[in-house]
C-alpha cells in the first residue's frame, strides 16, 4: 500500500532563449519604460497596466509571440496534444510595478481563454512576485489534516522564476503579484491564449465520429 496522488495542478516554466530575450528587449525598449503608455490599473490593485490601453496597440505584441514561440511549441510538445489543436493568441498587455504596487487575487477564467502567461520581461533577482493560490488548503487546515500530517498542500505556491522567464498556466488558476519591495520598477508581460481543436484538421480526415453523420 502507498499514498497515490491524483488530479495534480501543474503551471509551465521555461526560460525564454537568451537570444530571443535580447530581440525583445530590442523590440521594447525604450516604450516600454515609459510611464505615459500605461495607465491606472483597471482592476482592484494599484499597478500601471497597458492592459485595453491606447498605449497597448503600439506595442509588438505579434513580434513578443514570434519571440516565445519556441518555448511554447516546447510546452506543447510536453503536454502531449491527444487531438489536433490550433492555438489561438488573444490580447497581451504589460504591467509596470513602481516600488510598493502589487496585482491582486484574480483569475484570466473568461470565454475564448484557457491559457494564460506571465513573462518576467525585468524583474529583479530572487524576487518571488508571482504566487498561485490554492483554495482547497483551506479544506486540509480546517479539518486538521494539513498540520497533522506532512502534505504537498500549500495556500501560496511561489515559481522560482527570474527575468526571461515564461509562466504559463490554466487560466482559471487563481494567482496575484506581491508588492514591489525595491526602488527599480519591474516589469511583466501578459498574455492569453486559446487552445481548441483544429477544425481545419478534422475536416481534412473525419474522424469515424463524423464518418457516421
Ligand atoms: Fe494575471
Redesign the pocket.
Known sequence: MTIEMFCPQWYYIETVPVEYQQQIEKLFEPQIRDESIYVDSPWDCNCLSTFQSQGNFDLPWNDWLECIRSTLDKMIDELKPQIDIEIKPQEAWANLYNKGMH?EY?T?DVPFCNL?M?YLYDVPDGDPLFRFIYNDHDKYKKSGLSDAFKMPIQTRVIPKASKGDLIVFPSHYP?MVAPNPVDTPRITF?GNLYVMPNDKASQESPTPKDSML
Open positions: 496585482q484574480h484570466h494564460s506571465c494567482h501578459s
